[in-house]
């Protein structure tokens, strides 16, 4: 070979490595992607569907890891348990940063952080709380379903958070007493403890903590790389965003009253159609939300005899039936959500805020009154419509009237006529009685 291919040899060689030196430079600086998701509030199916979503679509996208911004008192067991599946068997790191400061991550949501392959907490933050209780009347297990269902119900809470916490070699101890005890804690305290991994300001510095810290994700060590990671927000559907939203025990009860309204006054004025789609609508969406709440039946039927006394004081207007209703709709409001129930782990009792309740009631049953006296007042005005309406009109003579016949004009209509004396077109005449479509009237005397 000469000396001009081993020259070219040479440079396709340069060519060769110097493109392969780019690609490798150009794969490095690309900066790792991290999933992003919000749990803000109540651990209910909306919210769980979400999280649940965000764990496939964080997978399927290959980004390094999914990042949980978590502040919640707790919530649904079941719905805690379909976020803990998904994120045990996640194929991806789940990484839980509880904040920012202020936020807690209360009862269900201990099982949620516990479930992470990292959690970190924000300073001014706390986590615990996670004791079942359970009764109509806001008792603990053993005082509503006596020492056996005491037993069952915090045997199986114990069990869960037990296994969550072996498999995530976190404080299994403390885990035990965050159930039995109640026991809640600061960020540092839970760092100390070893149930979190960190403690961090902002989520930013908690990826930057996390970078090059190995996890085992299915059984197979990944090492994270989150320093200066992309975070992509994944953001919850229309429907997961909506019952969300519902499972509110505030937003029950007015869909309720709202619902129960609206169909009383389809039933009383036939033919509106309007209040009957309304009411029907507000209906389903109460019974949707109440699905992810633990609604008291009885509840309900205080709220919907409520409104039945108040549309009965429309025809009654006796006042009695009013403030009736009106006392059935607060305590619908104060029974509507069952605070303290097994299938719920929480830190704050569910209730309907007072600064929701007794303005609505009050709202509600005013607008009752208001109507009872306008309906009152309009019975006591004399009927304008009908034959009734049509005695002491004063209309006009169109063709002669006499005791054989004639016509008038009253009212707007044209109607055949009688009197007892000979009347002239033009004159004016008063209606003193009606028979069938015929009037009996009488000239008016200028």
Known sequence: MNRFGHSRWGLLLLGLLLVGQATGHAQTSAPPV??????DGMVDAGSSAYLVDCVRRAQEAGHQALLIRLDTP???LESTRNIVRAFLGARIPVLIWVGPSGARAGSAGVF????SHLAGMAPGTNIGAAHPVVGLTGQDPEAAGGKEMARKIENDAVAFVEAIAKQRGRNVEWAVSAVRQSESVPAEKALALRVIEHVAPTQEAFLEWANGRTVTVSDTPVTLRTANAQVVELTPTFSQRVLHVLAQPAVVYILFLIAGLCIAVELTHPGLFAPGIIGVVCLVLALLASSALPVRTGAIVLLLLGVALLVAELFVTSGMLGAAGTVLLILGGVFLVDRFDADWFIDQPLHVPLRTLLPTAVFVA???VFLAFRAAETRRRPQLAGDAGLVGE????LEPVSSSGGEVFVHGERWAALSSSPILPGARVVVRRVE?????VDEVKP
């Open 34 to 39: 991290v999933s992003q998701c919000v749990l």
């Open 74 to 76: 707790g919530g649904e």
């Open 112 to 115: 949620i952080t516990l479930a």
């Open 366 to 368: 005013g607008a009752a």
């Open 394 to 397: 004063v209309g006009q003579v």
């Open 436 to 440: 069938g479509l015929t009037l009996f």
